[in-house]
């Protein structure tokens, strides 16, 4: 192509970064996670790949106190596979991380030492506060914060995590003891969780999450938005999108995507209304109701209903971002929240 006397042709756009390739070993109090992404110093995070194992290891701790033998040689078994499907992955950056069940299990260190022996790289046992640092760097990333203060939340197997932020500063975070398995193997709840289950579920919220009421309040500006991450919620917003519109085809539900759609908390309270009185059965015969999801969601629908109740929230936003890809953007160094931009996942 030819162009006129003083006219330049335009510029090429400048090259991208190249990308780093992050391996993130996520040691949950319910499950056990692989993921590999692509990621770039803009915060752009493309996943490569994504695994995961169910282990129930927050059940059994809540209600023994340590990981029984057989879970623990499931669990070594499960970081072989998903090792060796990191490894073909080909990752620059490996972090491994473990949560709530394995720091208050008696036997987690020494477990701590067979799983880093398996992966090769140290295991890091995240405090409360910790996670709950990761879980927050994951929503400002993923989600839209502004510069007034949110309560984020991410809920998981073994806790609870939550924090007031805004799009440059965290003010204070807190971790309890609100896990979905945890409460599962705490109050002995069954496949249908029942009005009596339901009370004792809300009553034993209400006592553990004076903490975060705590953090909303001592906070000077008025915290008036929620933020919340988690696969319990995540699982909450699927299934309210699903029972109002024609389901996708059941290999495509984990595939709907969930980022910053907003759940009313009206509309919570009457997910947690019909999921407790529903047996497994019935939960999986659901529109986009995952297997791995439906033992734990009448409690996980309860404990957030209760929360936004306490907390006089009218609504909270889905984040799909949360502690796996804030331990992403952490080791990188990388802070796209405070420069205001928002990533996007692939």
């Not at 047996?279 to 209903?305: E, I």
């Not at 006089?312 to 802070?335: C, I, M, N, P, T």
Request: net charge positive; glycine share 10%.
């Amino acid at each position: 192509m030819t162009f006129p006397d003083g006219v330049r042709p335009p510029a090429p756009p400048p090259a991208k970064e190249p990308s780093v390739r992050v391996a993130v070993f996520d040691l949950g109090s319910t499950s056990f996670h692989l993921l590999v992404v692509d990621a770039w110093r803009d915060g752009t995070l493309v996943p490569v790949a994504r695994r995961r194992s169910l282990l129930h290891l927050g059940t059994d701790v809540a209600r023994t106190g340590v990981v029984s033998a057989d879970r623990a040689t499931a669990a070594v078994r499960t970081l072989r596979r998903l090792h060796r499907a990191a490894e073909k992955a080909g990752a620059d950056v490996v972090v491994a991380m473990a949560t709530a069940a394995l720091r208050e299990a008696a036997n987690g260190p020494a477990l701590l030492d067979r799983f880093a022996s398996v992966l090769r790289v140290p295991v890091a046992l995240l405090s409360g506060e910790e996670e709950a640092q990761l879980c927050l760097a994951g929503q400002r990333a993923g989600v839209w914060v502004g510069r007034q203060p949110v309560l984020g939340i991410d809920l998981g197997g073994g806790s609870l995590e939550a924090g007031v932020y805004d799009a440059s500063s965290v003010y204070g975070v807190t971790s309890v003891a609100l896990g979905t398995g945890r409460l599962r193997g705490e109050l002995g709840t069954g496949d249908t969780l029942g009005d009596e289950g339901r009370r004792r579920v809300e009553a034993v919220t209400s006592a553990r999450v004076v903490a975060v009421e705590q953090l909303v309040a001592d906070h000077p500006e008025p915290v008036r938005r929620a933020i919340a991450s988690g696969g319990t919620v995540r699982a909450l917003a699927r299934l309210a999108l699903t029972l109002h519109r024609p389901p996708p085809p059941s290999e495509l539900v984990n595939r709907v995507p969930v980022n910053q759609v907003e759940l009313p908390a009206d509309q919570v309270a009457e997910l947690a209304e019909r999921l407790v009185g529903t047996d497994l059965a019935t939960r999986l015969a659901l529109p986009g109701m995952q297997a791995r999801r439906a033992p734990h969601l009448p409690v996980g629908a309860v404990v957030l209903d209760t929360l936004l109740a306490r907390l006089g929230f009218d609504r909270v936003v889905v984040s799909e971002w949360g502690l796996r890809e804030g331990a992403v953007l952490g080791a990188l160094a990388l802070d796209v929240g405070r420069r205001g931009e928002r990533a996007v996942s692939g």
